[in-house]
């Protein structure tokens, strides 16, 4: 049945393009958001939290690690659909492999893989002109993948070193009083240290856009965990509206902004709780399992 067969093989380019459509919109999208891999990342994150184990942490590492997977997984699947119905008709068989006694299915699933995996073993080689240009093209998604892959996680790890080093810059500050670094009408480091705290946290909220998956990682150390130490700046900003100094009062602003704008992105992307800032702050913290500082 021809009509069945082409079917089977629309299916699997079917699969294939929601992979990639996947693996487009997480990876090259302004908003770094793709469907699937954001649901696999979410229940990743869901039964980290539920176990509540020393092992929670490791969710975010964990979920792209998966969210790899699943892609690897559709187009294995999309490949094995699109080759299965032309088995073994399409394809010229080494000599030594028995045609007869063989499954379609499981050499349509070898086939796919290694072509995906770039290894091209050459047992099996299309003979069908079409057959011919797309086991190259699936050749190519896999190097694609491969390298699209390494450079998602090589660009979410410094993402995450700049939200831990605001974190840390924040631990630090809270050991001194906000009237100390604030209030002195002689001080000309106030102001500027306010502007660097925005700009920091301006750059951790593009971050949190661009890698949404970044908010699923949890860090170890209360120091160096944004969502238990946030609540430092918006300390800041309570105490820099009451300075005596103009330029500290406007750096505050600056400050309240990018904290009000940060909360916005929390909330739209992952919290949905309609809250004001001070709230989706905290949601934020107990959703990492802090306590804001």
Avoid: K, N
């Avoid at 699109?82 to 045609?99: A, I, M, N, Q």
């Amino acid at each position: 049945m021809a009509w069945l067969d082409w079917t089977i093989t629309a299916l699997g380019v079917v699969v294939v393009l929601v992979a990639l459509r996947d693996i487009f919109h997480t990876l090259w999208h302004p908003s770094g958001r793709g469907s699937l891999s954001t649901r696999v990342m979410r229940v990743v994150w869901w039964a980290g939290r539920r176990r509540r184990t020393r092992g929670s942490g490791l969710g975010g590492p964990a979920g792209l690690g998966l969210v790899i997977l699943m892609w690897v997984t559709l187009l294995i699947a999309g490949g094995a659909l699109v080759y299965v119905p032309h088995l073994p008709e399409g394809f010229l068989f080494s000599t030594g492999l028995d045609v007869a006694g063989r499954s379609d299915a499981l050499d349509a699933v070898y086939l796919s893989t290694v072509t995906l995996a770039t290894l091209g073993f050459g047992d099996i080689v299309p003979v069908d002109g079409w057959l011919r240009i797309a086991v190259p093209v699936q050749g190519l998604l896999g190097f694609g993948l491969l390298t699209a892959s390494v450079t998602w996680v090589l660009q979410v790890y410094p993402a995450l070193v700049r939200r831990r080093a605001l974190a840390v810059r924040l631990s630090v500050l809270r050991s001194v009083a906000p009237e100390d670094l604030l209030h002195d009408p002689d001080s000309t480091v106030a102001a500027p240290l306010l502007e660097s705290l925005a700009s920091a946290l301006v750059q951790t909220r593009v971050d949190l856009t661009q890698y949404a998956e970044s908010f699923y990682f949890r860090d170890g150390d209360e120091e160096a965990a944004l969502p238990a130490m946030i609540g430092v700046a918006t300390a800041l900003v309570e105490c820099g509206r009451s300075a005596p100094r103009r330029d500290v009062r406007v750096a505050a602003g600056l400050l309240s902004r990018a904290v009000d704008d940060f909360a916005v992105v929390l909330d739209d992307q992952f919290l949905h709780s309609g809250a004001g800032t001070a709230d989706v702050l905290l949601a934020y913290a107990q959703a990492h399992g802090r306590a804001q500082g």
